[in-house]
């Protein structure tokens, strides 16, 4: 069965799980969560953390690749906001 769940959180979008982090990020900072329910959406949140940072990786690694082939060899990489 967890099987089943990180196959599905493999298939979302970035954009998706973006979306669900930021769900569970919101719920948090209310405050006003049970602490059973909170290591739950902590949990869920750093899988999704994970799901958004594998994704941003792989797309860097794509356009390495795509540079390359057009002959441009500076490196390449993600900016990531602050």
């Known amino acids: 069965m967890a099987e089943n769940k990180q196959t599905e959180q493999e298939e979302v979008t970035f954009e998706e799980a973006m979306k669900q982090l930021e769900e569970i990020v919101e719920k948090l900072e209310e405050g006003d969560v049970p602490l ?5 959406y902590y949990q869920e949140g750093m ?13 860097e690694k794509q356009m390495q690749e795509v540079m390359n082939e057009q002959g441009e060899f500076e490196s390449f990489s993600v900016q990531e906001e602050e």
């Open 47 to 59: 899988k999704l953390s994970k799901v958004c940072n594998d994704k941003l990786v792989n797309v």
């Open 36 to 40: 059973e329910k909170a290591i739950t």
